[in-house]
């Protein structure tokens, strides 16, 4: 669809980007009324699919700097725009991938790659913030199972340019080469634009213009054609435009004063930390069943493969909530079963419910992640969405840690996670449904999302959270206007 329709006040199909709401106008004339939920302070909403592509492509990386990179730099997404921080990163992936081949030692080796599996995190976040905010409402799943089927193809394929290239340093030169060669493709504006949701957000109209004007050029349409709508893209721009209005920032603390926004977010966090740890024990249980050395390899990308044509087939026609409760309630049914009947259980049993952990817990992280990027609002998406990823690797370190330990405390382990997996099973009654809805532009967008009910008997019809946010929150808001 032309980005042009996305302005259509009165347009009835669905607009061409994920704005949660329509661009806010001022009224010409006192007798004329507010527009429905317009943003109160300020420019709104552009043009903006699968899980977050970091977690698959950064396996060969440490979980720590991952982490590190999540938790340090979560602020960049926010401020700096998607594009500045996809191209920093891919610049130092580049060059921390080259000074790999080149390590002399050990240490400096480690050191390396902690710092390279940040900075490839960072690149693929940004990459997957962009393609979610380019994206309308009925396509961001398809297109970001896409990206994640991608990404398992590459770890496919992994196994096989190792064993022809026969030497580690000849193989990180290849993947350095390779970043460089994305680099020089997606360096360019034309072709890896900022996102125009995010520079509207953040009062960047002129920047936005440009970029939306080329989408319109490409497109074949004309912006100042208003001949099917009542005010055109020119005119909608134009009167965010008046006034030369400065950019405005937001950090992840504004969070702090969001009623609903914060727990979502806490509650995906857990999830994905849940999703990301509890998959150890089912390793665990899996082990003696499949001693191969590379077949666990291969069968974890195969479930992954799974759990994202799982989610595409299910996602959308039931609902994230329902789906994600889905996921979290069979990953802690199977650990549960594993934790308390491993000794008694044939075989071919305890086979089947490590396979069946382990599709459902990574269904659970690909969910969060999707989840996650599409209740945070776009002024703190970056930051909200490298949190919940960071939780994520958190909880894979669970596993490199209990080696350490030489797997003294395994079981106790497997108690805690199986616990955490029957707590956040409740915690996910309390999310909002975001399925077939425009993504939050601002905090009190995020924060007017509401609890659906799981079932589909009133699928259009917006119920008030289970813990509803204080009346500050809405003051100034008439029930019409929500």
């Known amino acids: 669809m032309p980005p042009s329709r996305a302005w259509g006040p009165r347009e009835p199909r669905a607009p061409a980007c994920s704005c949660a709401t329509p661009i806010p106008r001022p009224a ?29 492509s950064c396996k060969a990386r440490s979980p720590s700097g991952t982490l590190c990179v999540e938790m340090a730099g979560r602020s960049r997404w926010s401020r700096f725009g998607r594009r500045a921080v996809f191209v920093a990163s891919l610049v130092l992936t580049t060059g921390l991938g080259a000074s790999e081949a080149l390590a002399a030692s050990f ?40 990206a994640g089927l991608f990404s398992v193809a590459g770890t496919l394929l992994l196994p096989g340019l190792a064993a022809l290239v026969q030497d580690w340093r000849l193989l990180q030169g290849l993947g350095a080469l390779m970043s460089g060669l994305l680099l020089l493709f997606w360096g360019f504006p034309a072709l890896f634009p900022e996102s125009p949701c995010w520079l509207l957000a953040t009062g960047q109209v002129a920047r936005a213009r440009k970029i939306l004007w080329r989408f319109a050029e490409a497109s074949g349409v004309d912006p100042e054609d208003s001949s099917l709508e009542e005010n055109s893209l020119a005119t909608e721009l134009a009167m965010l435009s008046a006034g030369s209005p400065q950019p405005r920032y937001h950090s992840l603390l504004g969070l702090l004063r969001t009623q609903v926004t914060w727990r979502n977010g806490l509650i995906l966090g857990f999830s994905s930390l849940v999703g990301g740890g509890i998959r150890a024990s089912f390793r665990r249980s899996l082990a003696p069943q499949v001693p191969t050395f590379y077949l666990p390899y291969f069968l974890e990308a195969g479930l ?24 979290t309630m069979v990953t802690g049914l199977a650990s549960l079963l594993l934790l308390a009947g491993a000794q008694y259980l ?22 969060s992640s999707l989840f996650a990027a599409e209740v945070f609002p776009t ?24 080696t350490l330990h030489g797997r003294q405390g395994f079981f106790l382990q497997q108690v805690v996670f199986a616990s955490l997996a ?18 939050p532009q601002s ?11 799981l079932l589909r008997g009133c699928p259009r019809q917006d119920h008030l959270p289970l813990l509803p946010p204080s009346n500050s929150c809405w003051a100034g808001h008439t029930p019409e206007q929500h």
């Not at 990459?127 to 979610?132: N, Q, S």
Request: charged content about 15%.
């Open 304 to 327: 992954e493969a799974a759990a994202l044509v799982f989610l595409l087939l299910t996602a959308d026609c039931c609902g994230r909530r329902p789906v994600l409760l889905l996921g």
């Open 107 to 146: 240490p400096t080796l480690l050191v390396l790659r902690l710092l390279h599996g940040g900075t490839l995190a960072g690149a693929l976040l940004a990459l997957y913030l962009a393609r979610l905010e380019l994206c309308d409402p009925p396509h961001r799943l398809a297109f970001s199972v896409g």
């Open 422 to 439: 029957v707590l956040a099973l409740l915690c996910v009654l309390l999310l909002p449904e975001s399925r077939s809805r425009g993504l």
């Open 28 to 56: 010409p004339a006192p007798a004329r009324a507010p527009r429905p939920h317009a943003t109160a302070p300020g420019p709104a909403h552009a043009a903006g699919s699968t899980r977050c592509p970091a977690p698959a």
């Open 379 to 402: 002024v703190i998406r970056g930051a909200g969405l490298g949190l919940v990823l960071g939780a994520g690797f958190l909880g894979q370190a669970a596993g490199p840690l209990d």
């Open 443 to 453: 905090l009190q967008d995020a924060d007017r999302l509401r609890r659906s009910p």
């Open 346 to 367: 044939p075989g071919w049993t305890v086979l089947f419910l490590s396979v069946l952990g382990l599709l459902a817990s990574r269904a659970v992280s690909a969910l």
